[in-house]
């Protein structure tokens, strides 16, 4: 089983959508999770960290369900903007190194 | 601009080349991450600095590979008689100092060997 698992998509939603990307990841012992936002051919940004149940920023939500081990990530509004790909990350547990562990990837495209 | 840069940005070389790829982090970040990313493909750990010290290589990054960060400010990736399975995005990465510091990436290195 991956250290962490995305569905790549695809996604083709239209404006105005909603739309929600599921991450699972295999290490229990796992405490601290990100959403990074990757452009096409451009380096991967941090969109959100979630350290606990959730988080939200504006448009989007980060849930954490920790006894089933998955991450969501709940765009709502979506724009053209968000066209991009979604990277799940959880940062490795076995060295203070703070070497992340990618999924890889799910993409999003949002239709006018 | 104060971010993460890379260079060169595009490297082209033929099989069994050397290439140097370099990378300066945002100032006075002490890590400093180095992965590599496939078309499909989420970035991969290769290695990680701390100041000059090289603390973790992944098994990802066999003996052709080298990297090194002489004065704990820039470093360089070298891939020693490039194989046409490297060609990859070289990204680089730096954070504060600590594991659970924000890692900020550069634009990356995009390799293809021929």
């Known amino acids: 089983r991956k250290e962490v698992e995305q569905d790549p998509g695809p996604f083709n939603v239209p404006e105005g959508a909603t739309v929600a990307f599921n991450c699972t990841y295999s290490n229990s012992a796992s405490q601290s999770f990100f959403w990074y936002r990757q452009d096409c051919r451009k380096e991967p940004k941090l969109l959100m960290s979630v350290y606990s149940s959730g988080n939200e920023d504006g448009r989007f939500t980060a849930q954490l369900n920790r006894a089933s081990q998955y991450i969501s990530l709940l765009i709502r509004d979506s724009k053209l903007s968000d066209s991009a790909t979604y990277l799940c990350?959880?940062?490795?547990?076995?060295?203070?190194?703070?070497?992340?562990?990618f999924g890889q990837g799910t993409e999003l495209s949002v239709k006018p | 601009d104060t971010g993460v840069s890379q260079d060169p940005r595009h490297k082209i070389t033929k099989r069994g080349q050397n290439v140097t790829f370099r990378c300066d982090p945002i100032s006075e970040h002490n890590r400093l991450y180095w992965y590599r990313q496939t078309l499909g493909q989420g970035p991969e750990f290769l290695t990680y600095f701390q100041n000059e010290a090289q603390l973790e290589k992944s098994r990802l990054l066999s003996d052709r590979f080298s990297a090194e960060r002489p004065k704990g400010s820039f470093s360089t990736l070298e891939i020693q008689r490039t194989e046409q399975g490297d060609s990859a995005m070289y990204l680089c990465a730096s954070s504060l100092g600590s594991a659970t510091d924000t890692q900020y990436f550069g634009p990356g290195t995009r390799l293809t060997v021929l």
């Open positions: 990350v959880v940062p490795s547990i076995y060295n203070q190194g703070g070497k992340l562990i």
